[in-house]
């Protein structure tokens, strides 16, 4: 396709999307996958052009692209520390890859990514890790379970794993992820559960007023946001588009509210409850008529899967801008222009498409995980790693693990503590434990963000992590590996491990640079690796 030109275009050298998938996967030494280039065109990174009814990409602009990000990673090394390892970034993973399988069925914040387990978990060596320090038929523990990714690991490496977290929904996840599911009877319950919804959708009236303002808004969005023309205007600032698309969010809101009125649509429950503040009236009703199904469920896997099912699409359908998604600020229960899609767009009021995509998403990866997963025992237990009595409590969930515990005791620990004045745990999912009515236990969280990061918090930081290794300790072998993943900026982990009883023998540095959160600016964190 060299020399040719289209609609008064001039190029060099234009390619398929497969192409440039191809191609900018061998250059860069990297997963670059076609929905990879379909968003770069799609978000105006790069310009493209139509010939005989194919997208064709310009590779000189999309090496431009790629080589401008290549100079932002080198850039990003270069705020960090000499001695980081550029391995342990992991950047030559695609995302699909850094959420495989069961990894992605629930989102969580401050989660290690798997490679970063399997790295330290399996078989290899190289200059770095010198060592094996786990095998095939070990028991590893998690005493900061999160959402079980250590464990998950452990199942693919053939090793057996325990967790334990604070929080019941935290483990809830967790077991979700591990169990292994009668996938057809689980389908069976998702039909039914999403024919009643669909009744309902349809009898109170919101597909013909979902339907009116999506076909509005779609030709509105068309006629001032034309994609991908608008997108790159904004991308290359020769105007100011925040300050357009208020002006044009203004516009619309006046047809917005036209058909609220028409069709008799609440748009506010309350600030009683997280649910009424943060939920579209239509949308609260939808997930309480899910609830009270899924409560009905008498197979105990089987419910508490959807009820993870059902979280995970009520975090979607919370009613804020996509730009704070992951960070709430405020309500917004009108149509605003995003500053993520540089659009108009619309709140949610209805959970049926949300729904359908994440139950649909959720039997898949269990069916992927089944293929990959090991004959091996994982489980993820509530409680406090403090004072936990793994034994007694593993004796009464997992009797053949327990055995194989007591037999052989446990080869060492992998987890993420949390850190000091980052994250309240239980709040991120509060949607969740309002819904299903489970007790939170914030108190109990080590270093949550309500605390902050002064000096008191970082003396209760360092005694009660002190205290989870010092009550791991006694279920593990005398020749132990435990690997601790830290943002130790306040330099308190020689301290904890003196006070557990262990010592650093050595220290791993890895780049954090790959992030989803509106903060992307790159750090290093420490893997710590601990023995007697």
């Given at each position: 396709?060299?020399?040719?030109?289209?609609?008064?275009?001039?190029?060099?050298?234009?390619?398929?999307?497969?192409?440039?998938?191809?191609?900018?996967?061998?250059?860069?030494?990297?997963?670059?996958?076609?929905?990879?280039?379909?968003?770069?065109?799609?978000?105006?990174?790069?310009?493209?052009?139509?010939?005989?009814?194919?997208?064709?990409?310009?590779?000189?602009?999309?090496?431009?692209?790629?080589?401008?990000?290549?100079?932002?990673?080198?850039?990003?090394?270069?705020?960090?520390?000499?001695?980081?390892?550029?391995?342990?970034?992991?950047?030559?993973?695609?995302?699909?890859?850094?959420?495989?399988?069961?990894?992605?069925?629930?989102?969580?914040?401050?989660?290690?990514?798997?490679?970063?387990?399997?790295?330290?978990?399996?078989?290899?060596?190289?200059?770095?890790?010198?060592?094996?320090?786990?095998?095939?038929?070990?028991?590893?523990?998690?005493?900061?379970?999160?959402?079980?990714?250590?464990?998950?690991?452990?199942?693919?490496?053939?090793?057996?794993a325990v967790g334990i977290d604070v929080s019941e929904f935290n483990t809830m996840i967790c077991n979700a992820k591990l169990r292994r599911h009668d996938n057809l009877a689980l389908l069976e319950c998702i039909r039914e559960l999403t024919g009643t919804l669909m009744k309902h959708y349809e009898r109170e009236g919101l597909q013909e007023f979902d339907q009116e303002l999506g076909v509005a808004l779609s030709a509105f969005n068309a006629q001032h946001f034309p994609s991908?023309?608008?997108?790159?205007?904004?991308?290359?600032?020769?105007?100011?588009?925040?300050?357009?698309?208020?002006?044009?969010?203004?516009?619309f809101a006046e047809t917005f509210f036209a058909l609220v009125e028409k069709h008799e649509v609440h748009l506010k429950n309350g600030d009683d409850t997280f649910l009424d503040k943060w939920y579209i009236p239509s949308v609260r009703a939808e997930l309480e008529l899910l609830a009270a199904q899924i409560r009905q469920i008498t197979d105990n896997d089987i419910r508490e899967t959807l009820w993870v099912i059902l979280s995970r699409t009520i975090r979607s359908a919370r009613?804020?801008?996509?730009?704070?998604?992951?960070?709430?600020?405020?309500?917004?229960?009108?149509?605003?222009?995003?500053?993520?899609?540089?659009?108009?767009?619309?709140?949610?009021?209805?959970?049926?498409?949300?729904?359908?995509?994440?139950?649909?998403?959720?039997?898949?990866?269990?069916?992927?995980?089944?293929?990959?997963?090991?004959?091996?025992?994982?489980?993820?237990?509530?409680?406090?790693?403090?004072?936990?009595?793994?034994?007694?409590?593993?004796?009464?969930?997992?009797?053949?693990?327990?055995?194989?515990?007591?037999?052989?005791?446990?080869?060492?620990?992998?987890?993420?503590?949390?850190?000091?004045?980052?994250?309240?745990?239980?709040?991120?999912?509060?949607?969740?434990?309002?819904?299903?009515?489970?007790?939170?236990?914030?108190?109990?969280?080590?270093?949550?963000?309500?605390?902050?990061?002064?000096?008191?918090?970082?003396?209760?930081?360092?005694?009660?992590?002190?205290?989870?290794?010092?009550?791991?300790?006694?279920?593990?072998?005398?020749?132990?590996?435990?690997?601790?993943?830290?943002?130790?900026?306040?330099?308190?982990?020689?301290?904890?491990?003196?006070?557990?009883?262990?010592?650093?023998?050595?220290?791993?540095?890895?780049?954090?640079?790959?992030?989803?959160?509106?903060?992307?600016?790159?750090?290093?964190?420490?893997?710590?690796?601990?023995?007697?």
């Open positions: 396709m060299k020399g040719r030109a289209l609609a008064g275009f001039e190029f060099s050298d234009h390619i398929s999307i497969a192409e440039a998938s191809d191609w900018a996967s061998r250059r860069y030494k990297r997963s670059i996958s076609r929905s990879n280039i379909t968003y770069l065109i799609t978000y105006g990174r790069v310009r493209s052009v139509v010939h005989n009814g194919s997208i064709l990409v310009d590779r000189a602009e999309l090496q431009r692209y790629y080589d401008d990000e290549m100079k932002r990673l080198r850039a990003s090394y270069a705020q960090l520390e000499a001695d980081v390892n550029r391995r342990l970034a992991f950047t030559e993973y695609s995302e699909r890859e850094r959420t495989k399988h069961v990894h992605r069925l629930h989102p969580y914040k401050g989660k290690f990514i798997p490679q970063l387990v399997e790295y330290f978990l399996d078989g290899h060596t190289d200059n770095y890790k010198r060592e094996i320090y786990f095998k095939p038929g070990d028991i590893v523990l998690d005493p900061f379970c999160g959402s079980g990714t250590t464990l998950v690991q452990a199942a693919e490496l053939g090793m057996h991908p023309a608008f997108r790159l205007r904004a991308r290359e600032k020769d105007f100011n588009a925040g300050k357009y698309g208020a002006e044009k969010a203004d516009i009613a804020t801008t996509h730009l704070d998604l992951a960070t709430l600020k405020k309500p917004m229960r009108s149509t605003y222009y995003c500053r993520k899609h540089l659009k108009i767009c619309k709140p949610l009021f209805t959970l049926t498409d949300w729904w359908q995509r994440y139950t649909d998403d959720a039997v898949k990866r269990f069916v992927e995980f089944d293929h990959l997963r090991t004959e091996t025992c994982q489980l993820a237990l509530t409680g406090d790693s403090r004072n936990f009595q793994l034994d007694k409590l593993l004796a009464l969930r997992q009797p053949k693990l327990a055995e194989l515990a007591r037999q052989r005791k446990i080869s060492g620990i992998f987890t993420s503590p949390p850190y000091v004045g980052m994250i309240d745990y239980h709040e991120q999912h509060a949607y969740a434990y309002e819904l299903l009515d489970i007790t939170r236990r914030d108190d109990a969280e080590i270093g949550p963000l309500y605390k902050g990061k002064g000096k008191a918090a970082r003396e209760s930081y360092v005694e009660g992590v002190s205290d989870v290794l010092r009550n791991c300790r006694r279920y593990l072998k005398d020749d132990f590996h435990v690997f601790l993943v830290a943002n130790d900026k306040h330099n308190l982990y020689p301290e904890i491990a003196a006070r557990a009883g262990m010592r650093i023998v050595s220290q791993f540095k890895r780049p954090v640079l790959r992030r989803s959160e509106v903060d992307r600016s790159p750090y290093s964190e420490s893997i710590f690796h601990l023995c007697r």
